[in-house]
């Protein structure tokens, strides 16, 4: 006899999902994306861009891996829920210090399994990201009606700052950088090392890896950090960090303080969020797309060299090329969809790219960008 169903996924047109529930018990709104990545499912529920996301997994063997601490992308998970083929599998991994249903319990996060996960990714393509309510009850007691309307309802992400909500309190420093064999965390080779202000929209813990592993003593500040408290630190670079939400939403502080920024002599390198930022800061807009990119084998081209990257990305908004200013190059392309992947400015040393060189989970094609920065901090004390 088939289980009765104890977890819910109703979208805001009225297409209802039924499954098993795993992980917190409860229910939430958000919106609805797909991953695509094979790896990682852990990385990504602790992505902070996730916020306010639930995301549902292509890659059916979600839970295989289990969870480990050291793959935190920050403290918590912050995507709202998640959407799997199957109920998780047992962790088979020796790096692995808990179960992930048992982490996502722990951590209040909601699963669903047992969901035609094809079916639903081919909702999401054809009619955007929708709006979504995920419930878990153990009792398998669902207001379907009560919830579409909820899904219905919802205000959606855009307009939504919510850069503001999962950046850090307060100011602090970061010197770990990339992760190696056997399990420990490296230090940065660099005798002198750049003084970086990295702001924090909701960064992602191997972003500052990267820059502290490429040769900078970086500083990070709370997403409303004006642009003297920047300053104050003496930046020999300023880094802008990825985060959820729509970038357009942070017009009244991370766009004005960036345009501060900008009349500085300053190396400035923006990922995601922080390029769709710097994009708006240059007089640019942002657009929202269809159902976004979010996975780790995204093709990009470096329009100035011809060179193919695979990348990793998440994001739902893009920055629009048609409104790139005279004097702001775009650099990379995405060969999906012709969407924008990155800018540079012209005879300044500030460029920033849409996708995610950090990885993790992901290749690592693109890592050459962290040296670009630390390259550009060289010169300058040069
Ligand atoms: N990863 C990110 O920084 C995401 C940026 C933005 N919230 C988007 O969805 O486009």
């Known amino acids: 006899m088939p289980q009765k169903p104890t977890a819910c996924l109703a979208l805001a047109d009225g297409t209802v999902f039924h499954g098993q ?10 919106e609805l994306v797909f991953n695509t ?11 902070p861009s996730y916020a306010s996301q639930v995301v549902t997994f292509t890659f059916p063997h979600i839970g295989n891996t289990g969870v480990t601490e050291q793959d935190d992308e920050a403290p918590e998970p912050v995507a709202s829920g998640i959407v799997v083929k199957w109920d998780p599998t047992e962790p088979s991994n020796w790096r692995a210090s808990a179960d992930l249903v048992d982490w996502m319990t722990r951590r209040g996060r909601i699963g669903i399994g047992g969901v035609d996960t094809r079916r639903l990714t081919r909702a999401i393509r054809q ?9 878990h009850d153990p009792q398998g007691n669902f207001d379907i009606a009560a919830m579409v309307a909820k899904a219905r309802d919802w205000q959606g992400i855009v307009g939504l700052d919510l850069a503001k909500e999962v950046s850090c309190r307060q100011s602090y420093r970061w010197d770990e950088g990339l992760w190696s064999w056997p399990g420990t965390f490296g230090q940065s080779e660099e005798k002198k090392p750049f003084r970086v202000v ?3 929209y909701g960064a ?16 990070v500040l709370p997403a409303t950090a004006t642009a003297e408290e920047v300053l104050a630190h003496d930046p020999e670079g300023v880094f802008l960090s990825n985060g959820p939400g729509d970038p357009a939403a942070t017009g009244t502080y991370a766009v004005p303080m960036i345009r501060e920024l900008l009349d500085r002599d300053l190396p400035i390198f923006g990922i995601c969020l922080g390029h769709q930022m710097l994009a708006l800061a240059l007089g640019a807009s942002t657009i929202k797309m269809n159902h976004g990119h979010h996975g780790a084998n995204h093709p990009v081209k470096d329009v100035e060299t011809g060179k193919v990257e695979i990348t990793s990305m998440n994001h739902g908004f893009a920055v629009d090329a048609q409104t790139l200013p005279e004097g702001v190059i775009e650099t990379h392309v995405s060969l999906f969809d012709g969407s924008n992947c990155g800018l540079r400015v012209a005879e300044k040393p500030v460029f ?3 996708y995610h060189p950090e990885a993790s989970p992901g290749p690592q094609d693109s890592t050459y960008l962290f040296e670009r920065f630390t390259e ?3 010169a300058r004390r040069a």
């Open 204 to 219: 992602k813990r191997n972003i500052l890896r990267s820059l502290a592993q490429s040769g900078a003593e970086v500083t």
């Open 21 to 30: 529930g795993f992980g917190a018990v409860g229910e939430v709104v958000a």
């Open 198 to 200: 990295a702001v924090d």
């Open 352 to 354: 920033s790219v849409q």
């Open 127 to 135: 009619q955007g990201s929708p709006h979504v309510v995920l419930a």
């Open 37 to 47: 990545a094979m790896t990682g499912y852990q990385e990504i529920m602790t992505d």
């Open 376 to 378: 550009a901090m060289r």
